[in-house]
């Protein structure tokens, strides 16, 4: 019975690191890593500016995860959680007004 006990505690405790290190993307790598030599966050460069993309998370989910003309496709380089929090990552660079959901949650 003790036994039993200890398992669903370690399991319950797994589960709870998990999520914590699913949350932890570090979007600012992942920015500096690929997409910062195409992407500026305020000026367009080889690719639109992070501030001024579409305002729409679908539009900007499918450009990542399945490519744009010349922008590659990142669906095989990153996880679904990486490409959800870049997504994020942009939105908190567009402006409040274009994008009400840009400061909380309610565009997940
Ligand atoms: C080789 C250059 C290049 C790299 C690297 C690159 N992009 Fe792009 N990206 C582009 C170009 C060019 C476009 C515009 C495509 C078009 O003409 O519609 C674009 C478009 C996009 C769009 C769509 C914008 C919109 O308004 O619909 C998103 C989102 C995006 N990129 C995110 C990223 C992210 C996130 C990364 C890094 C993981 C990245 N890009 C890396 C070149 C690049």
Redesign the pocket.
């Known amino acids: 019975m003790k036994k039993t006990y200890l398992v669903f505690a370690a399991a319950a405790c797994f589960g709870l690191t998990s999520q914590i290190a699913m949350a932890e993307v570090n979007v600012e790598k992942?920015?500096s890593s690929?997409?910062k030599?195409?992407?500026k966050i305020d000026k367009k460069k080889?690719?639109?500016a992070f501030k001024d993309?579409?305002t729409d998370p679908a539009?900007?989910k499918a450009?990542?995860a399945d490519g744009?003309?010349?922008?590659?496709k990142?669906s095989k380089k990153?996880s679904g959680e990486e490409i959800d929090a870049?997504v994020s990552f942009?939105q908190s660079k567009q402006p409040a007004a274009a994008n009400p959901c840009a400061n909380n949650p309610c565009s997940k």
């Open positions: 992942i920015y690929k997409c030599m195409c992407h080889v690719g639109p993309m579409n539009v900007l450009a990542i744009r003309k010349m922008m590659p990142f990153l870049m942009i």
